[in-house]
């Protein structure tokens, strides 16, 4: 078992960065490929980034990509995403979510742990 808390979301202005967190507990943090989705109203979750176990290996959405940087500190049990140039479209909630694979997935249904997700909401 794997218990995911994120944090870090708020009010932000177009232009505007925040950086959430997701804390992981229960298990070695470190088994798992982590991965970022968002679900905006009446849309269905999307994907957002993933990252390998070691960190070595990203990926991205395209609507995020060079905007939005996914990282992680295995010694903290945390996992990060910068967000960066923030457009109102990026208006969601966003999840984090554990996969017990070396591989990352862009795939929802590929992940096993869901945090309760945090709330970002960007302004025009």
């Known amino acids: 078992q794997v218990q995911l808390v994120e944090s870090g979301g708020g009010l932000v202005q177009a232009g505007g960065s925040l950086r959430l967190s997701c804390a992981a507990s229960?298990?070695?943090?470190?088994?798992?490929?982590m991965g970022w989705f968002r679900q905006a109203p009446g849309k269905e979750r999307e994907f957002v980034a993933a990252i390998t176990r070691g960190g070595s290996t990203t990926s991205y959405a395209d609507s995020v990509k060079g905007r939005f940087t996914i990282s992680r500190d295995n010694a903290k049990n945390t996992v990060y995403l910068q967000m960066n140039s923030l457009k109102p479209e990026d208006t969601a909630v966003y999840y984090c979510?554990?996969?017990?694979?070396?591989?990352?997935?862009?795939?929802?249904?590929?992940?096993?742990?869901w945090g309760q997700g945090t709330q970002v909401t960007v302004s025009s």
């Open positions: 979510a554990a996969r017990g694979s070396a591989a990352l997935s862009t795939h929802n249904s590929a992940y096993t742990y």
């Open positions: 229960g298990h070695t943090f470190s088994s798992y490929a």
